[in-house]
């Protein structure tokens, strides 16, 4: 009687951390920002040579603070990979915003390097940039839209 009882506690246990672990709703607001950030980087990207192009003054100043572009790289990987890696082991299990986001990161970096390394300051660099830029945007909001659907299935 006594052993019964334990493994009928044993299974309701197991039954309430399942049941627990299915009600998991709660706002992460490091997705928020990362989706921000790569918005703020795509705007960065687009807007940088619309700027040398039109006023060379405000372009110039842009382009001395390159040290800009780069905190802004870091920042999208550190968010961007732990929001990524969150929404697909908690949510949705889902690889392609994952393919996405890196897809577009490794644009960006590979643009920076090819302007630390080969000083290119040319359309191609600001081209990587931006694709980049919006992959990895996209790559975010595709991931948030996945955990939200997620989270109103619970």
Known sequence: MQFSCRIMYICNSIAKM??????????????????????????????TPVLLVLLPSVGYFFEQYHWVEYVIIVSVFILGTSSILHGYKEHHQN???????FL???????????????????TSHHLLSGIGGILAGFGQLYNLKLNNAAQKLV
């Open 95 to 101: 690889k392609i915003p994952a393919f996405v986001f």
């Open 18 to 47: 399942k049941l627990q672990k299915d009600t998991h709703k709660h706002t992460h607001y490091s997705e928020q920002i990362t989706v921000f950030l790569s918005v703020l980087c795509t705007i960065h990207c687009v807007v």
């Open 104 to 122: 577009g990161l490794m644009l960006l970096v590979s643009a920076s390097l090819l302007k630390i390394v080969f000083h290119l300051n040319h």
